[in-house]
């Protein structure tokens, strides 16, 4: 079964930091560009950021809005994919997905999503 | 980049057809073919029901279509059924120098 699972959001402080994984199963994870989409409570989806595949050089790419606090990053000998977010901000606060898109060349949509893992940065 | 423009809402009864817009510019919808839909139902994530402006995944019925003209593009629900009931949103590439993914800011479809 093709599958995403995120795991490590929780509770932070403004400033803080926190390391989102995201654990992919069921599928050849070294081929997939990979992004992250986070959505704030009761607020639409936000395009977050994404990592290229090996192909690809493993190039990111980010949202403005997060572009120098966080960091994307990514392990195919683990199927991982993560998200290192420093300087947290209030406005942060959201659920966060990862999800897979459907080609290996970027262009075919999100076709896989993990559950989500909440993220709250509240002092 | 600024986020798409969708409606708010949208409604239809069952059996009858809805189409939802999505309006960008030149330099996102207008710019590529790689405009994506996305169904979500509340407490749950996102579904891709059609990719690069046209493309249907597999598994995703063919009552759902999407077109483009120009900067706007839209999805059409044919045959409505009550599970269609949910929030919709379009993607798209965007960007000349900086290279990002934009969303609209969704559209909840209510089956009447």
């Known amino acids: 079964e093709v599958q995403l699972v995120e795991s490590g959001g929780g509770l932070v402080q403004p400033g803080g930091s926190l390391r989102l994984s995201c654990a992919a199963s069921g599928f050849t994870f070294s081929d997939h560009y990979m992004d992250w989409v986070r959505q704030a409570p009761g607020k639409g989806l936000e395009w977050v950021g994404r990592?290229?595949?090996?192909?690809?050089?493993?190039?990111?790419e980010y949202a403005a809005s997060v572009k120098g606090r966080f960091t994307i990053s990514r392990d195919d000998s683990k199927n991982s994919l993560y998200l290192q977010m420093n300087s947290l901000k209030t406005e942060d606060t959201a659920v966060y997905y990862c999800a897979r898109d459907g080609g290996i060349t970027g262009t075919s949509g999100m076709d896989v999503w993990g559950q989500g893992t909440t993220v709250t940065v509240s002092s | 980049q600024s986020a798409l423009t969708q409606p708010p809402s949208a409604s239809g009864s069952p059996g009858q057809s809805v189409t939802i817009s999505c309006t960008g510019t030149s330099s996102d919808v207008g710019g590529y073919n790689y405009v994506s839909w996305y169904q979500q139902h509340p407490g749950k994530a996102p579904k891709l029901m059609i990719y690069?402006?046209?493309k249907r995944p597999s598994g995703v019925p063919d009552r759902f279509s999407g077109s483009k003209s120009g900067n706007t593009a839209s999805l059409t629900v044919s045959g409505l059924q009550a599970e269609d009931e949910a929030d919709y949103y379009c993607s798209s590439y965007a960007g000349s120098n900086n290279f990002e993914v934009v969303f609209g800011g969704g559209t909840k479809l209510t089956v009447l």
């Open positions: 690069e402006v046209s």
């Open positions: 990592t290229r595949n090996k192909a690809n050089s493993y190039t990111t």
